[in-house]
C-alpha cells in the first residue's frame, strides 16, 4: 500500500505566500507523476499542477507565474510554493500520485486533502 500526506496548509493574507508538501511511502518502487488538485466549495476538483518524473512540469492556467511544483525523488516528496495567493485559490488542496508498486504493477493514489484559504 502507498500513502500520501499532505502538509503546508492553512490561512493566509491576499498576496501571501505558503508552501504544501506531499511526502509518499508505502510499497514504492518508483513515482511517476505527481500532481496537486484542488478543490473549492461547490466546485469541481481541477488539476493546479503536475510534476514528471524527470521533473517537467505543467500548470493550469490561473496559477502560471505564481505557483511553482517541485519534487524530490530521493524523499518520495513534492512541493507546490504557492504565491501571490487571492482569495479564489481558497480550496483544499490534495496530492495525486502515479506508482509502479513493483514490477509491472501501477496505482493510483491520492492524499487526504490540505486547506488552504486566502481570506482578506
Known amino acids: 500500500q502507498v500513502q500520501l500526506v499532505e502538509s503546508g496548509g492553512g490561512l493566509v493574507q491576499p498576496g501571501g505566500s505558503l508552501r504544501l508538501s506531499c511526502a509518499a511511502s508505502?510499497?514504492?518502487?518508483?513515482?511517476?507523476?505527481m500532481d496537486w488538485y484542488r478543490q473549492a466549495p461547490g466546485k469541481e476538483r481541477e488539476l493546479v499542477a503536475t510534476?514528471?518524473?524527470?521533473?517537467?512540469?505543467n500548470y493550469v492556467d490561473s496559477v502560471k507565474g505564481r505557483f511553482t511544483i517541485s519534487r524530490d525523488n530521493a524523499q518520495k516528496t513534492v512541493y507546490l510554493q504557492m504565491n501571490s495567493l487571492k482569495p479564489e485559490d481558497t480550496a483544499v488542496y490534495y496530492c495525486?500520485?502515479?506508482?509502479?508498486?513493483?514490477?509491472?504493477?501501477?496505482?493510483?493514489?491520492w492524499g487526504r486533502g490540505t486547506q488552504v484559504t486566502v481570506y482578506s
Open positions: 495525486y500520485a502515479v506508482v509502479r508498486t513493483s514490477g509491472t504493477n501501477y496505482g493510483t493514489y
Open positions: 508505502g510499497s514504492i518502487g518508483s513515482i511517476l507523476t
Open positions: 510534476i514528471s518524473s524527470a521533473g517537467t512540469a
